[in-house]
C-alpha cells in the first residue's frame, strides 16, 4: 500500500528557513516523479516543486530561486528546502507520487497521482 508522510513543518518568521521531509513506502520509490504542492485558505492547490526520476527539478515561479526539492533514493525521501519564506508561503503542504515534471506546474497532477496527508506551514511574526 502507498504510503506518503510529510513532516516539518511549523512556524517560522519571514525571511526563515524551514525543511519538510516525505517518508514514502509501497511502490518504487526510485521510478518515481515526485512533487511538492501547497494550498494557502482561500486558494487553489498549487505545484510548487518537481523532481523526477533522475532528479532533474522544475519550480514553479512563486518559488523558483527560494526552494529546493532533493531526493534520497537510499531512504525513499523527498525533501523540500525553503528559504527566505514569505508571509505568503503559508498554506499546508502536499507530498505527491507519480505526478509529471515534463509539464507546466498546472498539469503535474494527473488521476494517477497519490497524495500525503499534508503538513501546515505557518510563516509569521
Known amino acids: 500500500q502507498l504510503q506518503l508522510a510529510e513532516s516539518g513543518g511549523g512556524l517560522v518568521q519571514p525571511g526563515g528557513s524551514m525543511r519538510l521531509s516525505c517518508v514514502t513506502s509501497g511502490f518504487p520509490f526510485d521510478r518515481y516523479a515526485m512533487g511538492w504542492f501547497r494550498q494557502a485558505p482561500g486558494k487553489e492547490r498549487e505545484g510548487i516543486s518537481c523532481i523526477n526520476s533522475r532528479a532533474g527539478t522544475n519550480y514553479a515561479d512563486s518559488v523558483k530561486g527560494r526552494f529546493t526539492i532533493s531526493r534520497d533514493n537510499t531512504k525513499n525521501t523527498i525533501y523540500l528546502q525553503m528559504n527566505s519564506l514569505k508571509t505568503e508561503d503559508t498554506a499546508v503542504y502536499y507530498c505527491?507520487?507519480?505526478?509529471?515534471?515534463?509539464?507546466?506546474?498546472?498539469?503535474?497532477?494527473?488521476?494517477?497521482?497519490?497524495w500525503g496527508q499534508g503538513t501546515q506551514v505557518t510563516v509569521s511574526s
Open positions: 505527491v507520487a507519480n505526478v509529471d515534471c515534463s509539464v507546466p506546474p498546472y498539469a503535474w497532477n494527473n488521476p494517477d497521482a497519490s
